[in-house]
Structures are given as C-alpha cells and as structure tokens.
C-alpha cells in the first residue's frame, strides 16, 4: 500500500511543481487506471502487458483532456479557483466512471497469480513484489527523466522559475501540459498495481488520492523523495495500526497523521522541491 501512495503523491508533485496547485483529481485517475486495466484483461481479453500501456495511455489523454478543457482556460485565475475546479472534475470524471462501469466492484487480474507465498510463516501476495518493483522503476524513470532529457529539465525550470524559463525559450504551456499528462500516467499506473490487492470500483479513487495527498504533505509538498518517503511510511504505519489497534481505524489513522505532521512539521521531512530539483536548480 505504502508503494501505491508513493505513487500517487509523485503525481501530486509533479503538478504541484509546475503549477503550485493540489490537483485533487488525481485519485480519479488512479480510479481510471484500474478500471481501464479491467476492461482491457476481461473484456477484449488484452495480456497483461499491452493491457498495461494502454490503459496507462488512456489514463493520460483524460489527464491532458483535464488541463486542456479545465484548467488551461483558468491560466489567469488565483490559486484557490483552480484547485476548486479540480475537485469538481474529480467529481465529474467520478460520476462518468459510475455511469460507464456501474457501482460494482471488479477484481483485477494479478500479474503473477494470487496464490500467497509465505516467508519466515508470513504470508505475501506476488502482486505485492510487483508493486514495490514497478514502483522503484517509476522512481528511476523519473529521475533519469529530469535529468538526463532537455524536456525533464525544462519542466525543473518552469518549477523553479517559470518567468526565466519562458525568457529562455522554455514553452511553459506545454510544460505545464505535461505535468498533467505524467500525472495521470502516474496515476493510473498506481491504480493498475494495486487493483488486484484492492479491486477497481468507480469511488476507489476518493481514499486512495487523499491518502496519496497525505503521503505527500507527510514527506514535504513538492519533494520528489518525501513523496516516496511519505507514501512508504504512510503505508507501513497504517498497516501496523490496522495489525496492532483495529482494521477499521486504518483510514482513520493516515489522517490522525496528517494532523499531526501539519501541526509538529508542516514543511514536511523533507524541505520543498529540494530533492528532485536540487542539483538542475544550480
């Protein structure tokens, strides 16, 4: 679970970044991700793998189709407006999810089968492996990412300065288009991986984007590395607390901590933006 909000909040961080706005759609498209993922495996009967990138792909393009139609027009608006308007296409990318799928739940297909493999007389899911694996490579894609490719570092400069990067010919709109873009892709690949753990349903997005939200407040908003600090501790935390107090506070938990963390350390664990941005800054 801890991978999975990893996930979500470096697709919090990545908007945030380029925007300095909470994009609080992004448990939708976790929700899309894993929706898509089970129509393609059940219903067109894809294989896991091209299954795989296309719902990623698709998941993106509504990512795009959100700034485009959404957000892009507000350009000019306060800060507050636009986060506004992303909770209502959360609401909206919501209540289409419903319409198209229904309000049943569907079981995703692991990627290895679902037969638990036991270590040291505990028991783990493969599909667990697959989420710390994709994980660690969504984490390594990113870095090399930002920087090793002009655009990476063109979307670290419209971070850090978006006026400075359009004086040096840095197209901050379509950089800004792309955060939403990776985002979404990032969503839906968080969605994809932890489906068969927890089934795809039309409303799954809702508790999964807030806990992804609380990861990345947890390891410090804009921080690349406390997003995957924060959604890893997140998750160990509220499982241990699932395991030692009661299952049914495990939502509960996760925002006691949020609390805490903005009460006690509101800049996070880690300072902002410092980790990804760091070394492209200088």
């Not at 492996?129 to 419209?158: D, E, H, N, P, S």
Request: aromatic share 8%; proline share 2%.
């Amino acid at each position: 679970m801890g991978g999975s909000y990893a996930i979500i909040a470096l697709g919090y961080t990545i908007i945030y970044n380029g925007t300095n706005i909470i994009n609080f759609a992004q448990g939708e498209f976790v929700m899309l991700g894993g929706l898509f993922m089970v129509t393609l495996t059940g219903k067109f009967g894809l294989s896991i793998f091209p299954a795989f990138l296309i719902a990623v792909a698709a998941t993106a393009l509504v990512g795009l189709l959100v700034e485009r139609l959404a957000i892009h027009p507000l350009r000019n608006a306060d800060v507050m407006s636009v986060i506004i308007v992303t909770i209502g296409m959360s609401i909206l990318l919501r209540g289409i999810a419903m319409l198209v799928w229904g309000k049943d739940a569907y079981a995703a297909q692991h990627f290895s089968g679902d037969k638990p493999i036991e270590i040291l007389g505990a028991t783990i899911l493969p599909q667990s492996f697959w989420v710390i694996g994709i994980m660690i490579l969504v984490v390594v894609a990113l870095q090399v990412f930002y920087r090793f490719t002009i655009t990476g570092k063109a979307m670290l400069a419209c971070a850090v300065n978006k006026t400075a990067a359009r004086l040096m010919g840095v197209n901050v709109e379509n950089m800004l288009m792309l955060s939403f873009v990776l985002s979404g892709a990032l969503g839906a690949v968080a969605g994809i991986i932890i489906a068969p753990i927890t089934l795809a349903k039309y409303d799954a997005g809702v508790m999964l984007g807030l806990k992804g939200f609380c990861a990345c407040i947890l390891g410090g908003l804009g921080s690349g590395t406390g997003a995957v600090v924060g959604g890893l501790l997140l998750g160990v935390i509220e499982s241990l607390g699932a395991g030692l107090i009661s299952s049914g506070y495990k939502d509960a938990i996760a925002f006691l901590i949020l609390l805490i963390a903005l009460f006690l350390r509101p800049q996070g664990l880690l300072p902002l933006k410092e980790m990804m941005m760091r070394q492209e800054s200088h």
